[in-house]
Every structure is written in structure tokens, then in C-alpha cells.
């Protein structure tokens, strides 16, 4: 799995579920659509107004610790995030990530300039603009699978609907 023309945003410092959506907003709406014009309103103000599609997110520090709050993913595909890279994860935001379909991965030093365009090769675990070559652990064939089908619900959906003979039994 391919991915190009990939937006870099640069983020500084480790990041919390509510830096990414405040929790005010998560009593607010319930839509993840109306949720995303308010990510990283108070950590870094003005931000969700530049985000196009495609962006991706590039983070030095810690990323996603805190609460597990699952709307601070949904939030971010809403507003057109595709992945975010960062060091190290807070464990359930990069559940969260993964089974909603936003790409979580770790790379310990990833230096790139702000609004440069990279592509990330899933399959053979590479991050490359230009020159620059940055390698990960690539995901599992499961977790690609569940990305191209949108997230483990899709993906658990679409495997029952071909299962003919599946039977809930308690």
C-alpha cells in the first residue's frame, strides 16, 4: 500500500487526546465531522483552519497519551489527517488509530520541513522525500487489510457478510 503526495505538519512536544480534541468539544458533538474543526484548538491554535487532505502529521514527542479518547482519531480522519509519525504512542490512541484507519507509526527521528510532500511505501515500511529515507516496522497484513476497508469494524463487517454459515451460538 502506497501512499503519495502526503502533506507534512510538524508538531513539537508530547501531545495528549485532549490537546488533540478538548474534551469540551467531545460533550459538545458526536459527529467526528463537527468535532474536527476544533483538533489541537488550544494546543495549537489556528492549525484545523490549514489542514488540507492528504496532510499528515509528524510529531517529536509522544503522541496520543491521556485519556482513550477515541474521537481524537476520528476527529483527525474527519479533518483529513492520513497518518501521523511520532517516536512513541500512547498505547491506546495507537489501538484507536489503527482500528479506525488512521496510520500510526513509529519512527524514532523523522526530520522534515513543514508542508514538504513525502510517500510512505506500508508494505515495505519506508518514508521517502527525495534523498531522505526514513525505514519503520511495517504493519501487519491485517492491519494493511483493515485499512484498505476503512477500519477493524469494516473489515469485521465485510468478513461476516461472507461467511454464509456464521451462527451466533451462546
Known amino acids: 500500500m502506497m501512499l503519495t503526495n502526503l502533506r507534512v505538519r510538524n508538531i513539537s512536544g508530547d501531545v495528549s487526546t485532549d490537546d488533540i480534541i478538548p474534551a469540551k468539544y467531545k460533550h459538545m458533538y458526536t459527529e467526528p465531522e463537527q468535532l474536527a474543526p476544533h ?3 488550544n494546543f495549537r491554535p489556528g492549525f484545523a483552519e490549514t489542514v ?8 517529536d514527542g509522544i503522541f496520543g497519551i491521556g485519556s482513550s479518547r477515541e474521537q481524537a482519531v476520528s476527529s483527525m480522519l474527519a479533518k483529513g489527517i492520513k497518518a ?19 496510520i500510526a507509526i513509529q519512527i524514532q527521528k ?14 515495505n515500511g519506508v518514508l521517502t522525500k527525495g534523498n ?3 525505514s519503520f ?8 487489510k483493515m485499512l484498505e476497508v476503512g477500519g477493524i469494524l469494516n473489515y469485521v463487517s465485510r468478513n461476516m457478510k461472507q461467511k454464509k454459515d456464521y451462527h451466533y451460538e451462546d
Open 110 to 123: 523523522c526530520e522534515l520541513s513543514e508542508y514538504e510532500e513525502v510517500e510512505i511505501d506500508l508494505i
Open 132 to 134: 531522505k529515507i526514513y
Open 39 to 41: 483538533i489541537f484548538e
Open 84 to 102: 501521523v509519525i511520532a517516536p512513541e504512542f500512547g498505547r491506546i490512541f495507537y489501538r484507536n488509530a489503527w482500528n479506525l484507519g488512521l
Open 52 to 59: 488540507h487532505s492528504n496532510d499528515f502529521i509528524v510529531c
Open 137 to 144: 516496522l511495517p504493519p501487519s497484513n491485517f492491519m494493511i
